[in-house]
């Protein structure tokens, strides 16, 4: 059973930057693929990014290429999401994942194929 639990969100206005982290335990360090998802009021949850165990592999949703960046320290068995440029329609509560299938295994873009989730962070930003 792996525990996730999420910080960094905040207020921000657009064009500035936050940095995201995601604290795991319960789980080997670099046992899981990572996600990143995101939720907008009365939108569903949507794929942001995915890094593979050993962090050399990533995804990001097209919204967000060039701007997010998906990262982890599996010695301190924690991800990153480091969001730069910052729009308002990046406004949602983002939520980190993990799953303990191997990166190209199943559907990492899709939030049903993840084992364990955070319980969220809101993050706001203002035009």
């Known amino acids: 059973q792996v525990q996730l639990v999420e910080s960094g969100g905040g207020l921000v206005q657009a064009g500035g930057s936050l940095r995201l982290s995601c604290a795991a335990s319960?789980?080997?360090?670099?046992?899981?693929?990572m996600g990143w998802f995101r939720q907008a009021p009365g939108k569903q949850r949507d794929f942001v990014a995915a890094?593979?165990?050993?962090?050399?592999?990533?995804d990001y949703a097209d919204s967000v290429k060039g701007r997010f960046t998906i990262s982890r320290d599996n010695a301190k068995n924690t991800g990153y999401l480091q969001m730069n440029t910052l729009k308002p329609e990046d406004t949602a509560v983002y939520y980190c994942?993990?799953?303990?299938?191997?990166?190209?295994?199943?559907?990492?873009?899709?939030?049903?194929?993840?084992?364990?989730w955070g319980q969220g962070t809101q993050v706001t930003v203002s035009s």
């Open positions: 994942a993990a799953r303990s299938r191997s990166y190209y295994s199943g559907n990492r873009y899709a939030s049903y194929d993840y084992d364990f």
């Open positions: 319960g789980g080997t360090r670099d046992s899981y693929t």
């Open positions: 890094i593979s165990r050993n962090g050399i592999i990533s």
